[in-house]
């Protein structure tokens, strides 16, 4: 069983950055995948990134170049960068984590589904 809790979220302006963080308890945190998705107001949860055990990431097309994810399993986190946000990355955003099953590309990891354990979510919220 894990546990996953967001932080780092807020008000921001257009432009600016945020770091979010999400702190997992329960063991073997190391061999999980950990990702990052989101959900606008009126929108389907959307994926944002992921980042494998050994540090293989895979990030949706609309974040590359802005956002960067980041894991320290000796201290069982992941975090998600996030620079020059923009009023459409306004959303709630889940940490999320899953068992790495070998030989599955990382890319199928953009489904939500395959998620075993979400965070209750940290709002972000970019005004122009």
């Known amino acids: 069983q894990v546990q996953l809790v967001e932080s780092g979220g807020g008000l921001v302006q257009a432009g600016d950055s945020l770091r979010l963080s999400c702190a997992a308890s329960?063991?073997?945190?190391?061999?999980?995948?950990m990702g990052w998705f989101r959900q606008a107001p009126g929108k389907e949860r959307e994926f944002v990134a992921v980042?494998?055990?050994?540090?293989?990431?895979y990030y949706a097309n609309f974040v590359k170049g802005r956002f960067t994810i980041s894991r320290d399993n000796a201290k069982n986190t992941v975090a998600l960068q996030m620079n020059s946000l923009k009023p459409e990355d306004t959303a709630v955003y889940y940490c999320?984590?899953?068992?790495?099953?070998?030989?599955?590309?990382?890319?199928?990891?953009?489904?939500?589904?395959?998620?075993?354990?979400w965070g209750q979510g940290t709002q972000v919220t970019v005004s122009s």
């Open positions: 999320a984590a899953t068992m790495e099953s070998s030989g599955v590309a990382i890319v199928a990891y953009t489904r939500s589904r395959l998620y075993d354990y």
């Open positions: 329960g063991r073997s945190f190391s061999r999980y995948m």
């Open positions: 980042m494998s055990r050994s540090g293989n990431t």
